[in-house]
């Protein structure tokens, strides 16, 4: 049979002796947040808004999100803005607010450190360290939070090949941390009606070239609130590990990203159609009893 070397995931450049490598470890590797496993046979849904904004819209989106069945929050404190002129964030104010809804609502907190400067800081608030896509290939930030003891939910860049998303995993690992998630949030293309070019095709070739679990950001990834289900429904299917989604009790107030976030409904209704879509390819969500 003739095969086609080019689309052969040996013949990216991709070395199988690296440390993310599917060969270092074929069983896979299973990220362990306070108790929730990313890498199982459990989808795992991460949501919340984009931003964390106030106490009452933190509060009343953890809500919804752990009532629909989201098994960590989101929220970003130190947010990346295009524009300096932008909101960028709470800050420490914003870490406090994640602190103390972590408590009331039960849920293990991500949130995006952007600064070597303040991994210390952030790490004393939250379970898991997000590194976002325009951060991906900042090596003294990667190495810096190899070094610290949290999980790692790493954004893919939006210009990177799988091989650099895979190097940039390695930084971590190499610096000692194991808990690495890859997240595919979608790549610039030639595309102008998407926010972003979401490589769904990314998560196959991930599980295949490394035994870290692959989530999906649909949300940026499309950035259309409509289209943010659909394409939920199609990471799942093609073997996504867990999915962030973000989701704001008032999309329309947002200060950030409100155009791409779903209401509580919409995200309740999701997470329904997600269970289904999870079982047909022998996974599972776990969904709390309505009552
Ligand atoms: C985010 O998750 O809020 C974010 C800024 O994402 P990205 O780094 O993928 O753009
Ligand atoms: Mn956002």
Not at 82 to 92: A, C, D, K, R, V
Not at 174 to 196: A, K, P, Y
Request: contains cysteine; proline residues 5%; glycine residues 8%.
């Amino acid at each position: 049979m003739e095969t086609n070397p080019h689309y052969s995931p040996e013949n990216i450049g991709f070395s199988t002796s690296l440390r993310v490598g599917r060969k270092a470890k074929p069983e896979g590797t299973i990220v362990n947040i306070e108790g929730v496993k990313i890498g199982g046979t459990e989808v795992v849904i991460i949501a919340g808004p984009c931003a964390v904004e106030s106490r009452e819209q933190l509060f009343e989106t953890a809500r919804a999100v752990r009532n629909g069945g989201a098994k960590i929050l989101r929220g970003g404190a130190f947010k990346p803005r295009s524009s300096p002129y932008n909101f960028q964030g709470l800050g420490e104010d914003g870490l406090k607010l994640l602190g103390q809804i972590r408590k009331e609502i039960g849920l293990p907190v991500v949130t995006e450190v952007m600064d070597t400067r303040q991994v210390e800081l952030v790490s004393s608030y939250a379970d898991m360290l997000q590194i976002g896509s325009r951060n991906m290939q900042n090596y003294p930030l990667l190495k810096e939070v190899g070094m610290s003891r949290k999980p790692i939910l790493l954004k893919r860049g939006m210009m990177a090949t799988i091989e650099e998303f895979l190097l940039a995993a390695e930084y971590i690992l190499n610096q000692g941390n194991d808990q690495v998630i890859l997240c595919e949030r979608g790549i610039r293309t030639f595309e102008t009606s998407t926010r972003n070019t979401l490589d769904l095709s990314a998560v196959p070739m991930l599980k295949r070239l490394s035994h870290l679990p692959v989530i999906v950001d649909p949300s940026h990834g499309t950035g259309l609130r409509w289209m943010v289900p659909a394409m939920a429904k199609a990471a799942v299917a093609v073997g996504a590990d867990g999915l962030i989604i973000e989701v704001h009790y008032k999309p329309e107030e947002a200060i950030c990203d409100g155009h791409q976030s779903l209401d509580h409904n919409d995200f309740i209704n999701l997470m329904t159609d997600l269970k289904k879509i999870a079982e047909a390819v022998n996974r599972e969500i776990s969904l709390p009893d309505p009552s």
